[in-house]
T-cell receptor, first 112, second 112 residues
Framework: AQSVTQPDIHITVSEGASLELRCNYS??????LFWYVQSPGQGLQLLLK??????LVQGIKGFEAEFKRSQSSFNLRKPSVHWSDAAEYFC??????????FGAGTILRVKS | EAGVAQSPRYKIIEKRQSVAFWCNPI?????LYWYQQILGQGPKLLIQ????????DSQLPKDRFSAERLKGVDSTLKIQPAKLEDSAVYLC??????????FGSGTRLTVV
């Protein structure tokens, strides 16, 4: 079965600083990978997804992620964090049958 | 297009009581999912419907949880009787069949 690991439970960054959230997956073939964001009391919003092709994927709100097959990673990045980015971020891998397997999430705190 | 609608947003019940959640997917989406998100964890798939048929309910605790999707449109998830460990956010999502899907805002259940 596929699995997703997000090693950091909490991350705190200063507003304006760069951000990288880590995600590692286990999957036999080329995975379909996703990043979702969840604000308190809200559902999951899709930030970006990778299916194939260019390994650097651009998403909404200025986020990007890079797929590295050799490292089984799909890290999320943002060059300059805004206070409104404070939320919980989930990495997910697509499993056969159009199911998603999620990591445990990383809570991002932004300090001013 | 309208999003995935869920109700209620919040529910507090005592253990051993029953509760039901409702979901209306995006119009035309054949696939509907119910996920359980326990605090501090990523969402976990409970059940997947394709039209009005169950595709995967391997993670559904069938002794107390049930779900139906009559007429292949909206769906109801029921818990009877509820346990303390059922406290979680219950997320509904729908898909048109392409990879990835859209989530509703969820129902936060507290069992006391």
């Amino acid at each position: 079965a596929q699995s997703v690991t997000q090693p950091d439970i909490h991350i705190t960054v200063s507003e304006g600083a760069s951000l990288e959230l880590r995600c590692n997956y286990s999957y036999g073939a080329t995975p379909y990978l996703f990043w979702y964001v969840q604000s308190p009391g809200q559902g999951l919003q899709l930030l970006l997804k990778y299916f194939s092709g260019d390994t650097l994927v651009q998403g909404i709100k200025g986020f990007e992620a890079e797929f590295k097959r050799s490292q089984s990673s799909f890290n999320l990045r943002k060059p300059s964090v805004h206070w409104s980015d404070a939320a919980e971020y989930f990495c997910a891998v697509h499993e056969y049958g159009n199911k998603l397997v999620f990591g445990a999430g990383t809570i991002l705190r932004v300090k001013s | 297009e309208a999003g995935v609608a869920q109700s209620p947003r919040y529910k507090i019940i005592e253990k051993r009581q029953s509760v039901a959640f409702w979901c209306n997917p995006i119009s035309g989406h054949a696939t509907l999912y119910w996920y359980q998100q326990i605090l501090g964890q990523g969402p976990k798939l409970l059940i997947q419907f394709q039209n009005n048929g169950v595709v995967d309910d391997s993670q559904l605790p069938k002794d107390r949880f049930s779900a139906e999707r009559l007429k292949g449109v909206d769906s109801t998830l029921k818990i009877q009787p509820a346990k303390l460990e059922d406290s979680a956010v219950y997320l509904c999502a729908s898909s048109s069949g392409t990879v990835g899907y859209t989530f509703g805002s969820g129902t936060r259940l507290t069992v006391v």
